[in-house]
């Protein structure tokens, strides 16, 4: 079994790579929808939530925990990870080996607040890629968009062009540095133009996780989805059922 966290609903667009990669694996999906969005909260802060989140899963006696918060991930960089028995897979080292195989030189990253504070998306990259130059921008304003549901129309759209006019010309690749933003890439496709790559993080990531349970020979379970949040148990059954469609290996946990 694959054990899962995020702030919200931005886990989700790693569920879906995971899913398409392991059919047969369990995942458990824990969204902290209480103290969403983690972006612009303090580094102490996310230390606990790392700490607590990372706990959460372990105890439920997990493979490994396949990260699905580059928040929380940007935080270990600078921090250190909590000791956990099972194996964690970190989604920015992900992230730039994505970057490293793609030969990307020019990278703009769009991430939280907390994420470019750290600069772990610049260090990560320019540690494989020592010519890469890499353009970090916060994004604030996109994690509330997507938890409210507001995924098409004007206001979306507006709040990706804002973002995307802050990024320099001639990038070759746009990572979308925070697991909320692929669910809004139809506006980064739109900003962004087509001279300019869109990177998911994701796609690497359950390349790598396969890997892993390749290696480690994970026992294979029934497909099954587990999805708890620490928010509004209905709001989010609607929400995952509006992401990942209505699935009967779906349960939800409170
Ligand atoms: N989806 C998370 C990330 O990848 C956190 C977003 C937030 O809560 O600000 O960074």
């Known amino acids: 079994m694959l054990g899962l966290f995020d702030s919200g609903l931005g886990g989700l667009t790693v569920l879906q790579r995971l899913r398409e990669r392991l059919p047969q694996q369990d995942i458990i999906f824990f969204a902290d929808q209480l103290h969403v969005p983690y972006g612009d909260r303090t580094p102490g802060e996310l230390v606990e939530l790392l700490r607590a989140n990372v706990e959460f899963l372990d105890a439920r006696a997990v493979d490994a925990i396949v990260m699905a ?51 772990a998306y610049t260090q990560k990259i320019t540690s494989r890629i020592s010519r890469a130059h890499v353009f970090e921008v916060a994004a604030p304003a996109l994690v509330p968009l997507v938890e409210a549901g507001k995924l098409v129309g004007e206001e979306p ?35 962004l133009g ?12 359950a390349e790598r996780a396969a890997a892993i349970a390749a290696h480690e020979g994970f026992a294979p379970g029934t497909g099954s989805i587990t999805c708890i949040t620490s928010g509004d148990p209905e709001r989010f059954r609607l929400a995952v059922t509006n992401v990942l469609g209505k699935l009967p290996e779906i349960t939800f946990e409170r």
């Open 69 to 119: 918060c580059n928040t929380s991930c940007a935080t270990a960089a600078r921090e250190g990870w909590p000791v956990t028995k099972a194996p964690i897979l970190d989604l920015i080292e992900s992230a730039a080996i994505a970057v490293e195989s793609a030969g990307y030189q020019r990278i703009g990253v769009v991430a939280t607040a907390a994420t470019t504070a750290t600069r």
């Open 157 to 191: 759209r507006a709040a990706v062009a804002a973002v995307c006019a802050q990024l320099p010309p001639d990038l070759d690749a746009v990572l979308l540095a925070c697991t909320h933003y692929p669910l809004l890439d139809a506006h980064f496709a739109a900003a």
């Open 194 to 205: 087509e001279g300019v790559a869109r990177i998911d993080p994701a796609i690497v990531h």
